[in-house]
């Protein structure tokens, strides 16, 4: 559509929302030459009755707005709240850049289409997504990993880091872990347990709870073989007798 010769305008930029969360922006409507119409707005019926607020008429509201939006983004209705003002909004659940074409007796405000900026509502701890080797297995004694992207309520990717996870793993031995934000809406989180065995694991943001897998548990299986730290018993290290078998036992153990 062709520009407006009318000074119409936004009143404030557009502002940046969250998905899921509405956006209100607001039109002054003015003529070629500045002044603003219509100059009143009156809540009245069919018959020029006062009503209540509910079931507003605006009467003098001469001007007629339309928004269209790119597809993902809803835009709302116009409503006149006087002197020419009028209120509108725009929504998505899915964050980026969209295109906001507004139209003012079907020709384009000045300025138009303006930039609609929606980006990622806060993380969901049951949206994030773990994978990696250490959700089911590790060695005792070394360290074990696996990377946690994070994601809000509608599947979009945060993309910043900030938030806190905490790590359970719940068996017979001590745990180490660490929490590394990469800053990208990425978190790197790497554990280490001394005795082997099977252990509950859970990663939360506060309260809530991340997808792990099913059942959730961790497998730590013994490291490689220490000399220093197996032993050996049985009676066959002491006493022998010549064209007989002797018998001894060694028990391998790890660091």
Known sequence: NTETARLSHLVDPLPVIAAGVSGEFRVQSLDEFGNVYPTWCADVDEQGNLINAEHIKCQGCSASFDGTISAGAAVGAFVCVGNGLYDSSFSSSTAGVYDLFITEDDLQLQGS???ATVVPAATAADHCIAVGAGLTAAT???WASFK???YDRFDNARGVGGDVFNLDLVGDGVVDFNVQDNEDGTYDISYRVELAGEY???VRIGTAAVPVGIPGIVTVSPAGVDAEKSTVEGSGLTNA???APSYFTIIARDE
Request: hydrophobic share 60%; net charge negative.
């Open 113 to 115: 289409p303006f930039a």
């Open 241 to 243: 007798v010549a064209g």
């Open 200 to 202: 509950a694991l859970s």
């Open 148 to 150: 946690v992207t994070a």
């Open 140 to 142: 005792a004694g070394e």
